[in-house]
Nanobody, 116 residues
Framework: VQLQASGGGSVQAGGSLTLSCTSS????????MGWYRQVPGNQREMVAT???????VYAEPVKGRFIISRDNAVRTVSLQMNSLKPEDTAVYYC???????????WGQGTQVTVSS
């Protein structure tokens, strides 16, 4: 299975970007999907996740600014990022987890750069 991430880019502080992660196969197998981000020299950190039954978790720094959504019909998880800040600059990775097999899968990263 492949997770194809898109939508990264450069934006000024206060702007918006929407990331999309499209799977090559049905995403129904994934108990949980979402986005992580990583800045060079730092650990990868969770940004937002959404479960198969719609439970959503946001990291504190993005609460109220980011919106995650999941559309099983088009095999896509999206992350709408609003009111972006320079500290949101990172490589964003799509993530999927299958609770039944304890298998974790990562998509390729997409760069998000927010300038002040």
């Amino acid at each position: 299975v492949q997770l194809q991430a898109s939508g990264g880019g450069s934006v000024q502080a206060g702007g918006s970007l929407t990331l999309s992660c499209t799977s090559s196969e049905s995403i129904l197998r994934w108990t949980n999907m979402g986005w992580y981000r990583q800045v060079p020299g730092n650990q990868r950190e969770m940004v937002a996740t959404v479960s198969n039954d719609g439970k959503i978790v946001y990291a504190e720094p993005v609460k109220g600014r980011f919106i995650i959504s999941r559309d099983n019909a088009v095999r896509t998880v999206s992350l709408q990022m609003n009111s972006l800040k320079p500290e949101d600059t990172a490589v964003y990775y799509c993530w999927a987890f299958d609770f039944g097999t304890l298998y974790t899968h990562w998509g390729q990263g997409t760069q998000v750069t927010v300038s002040s």
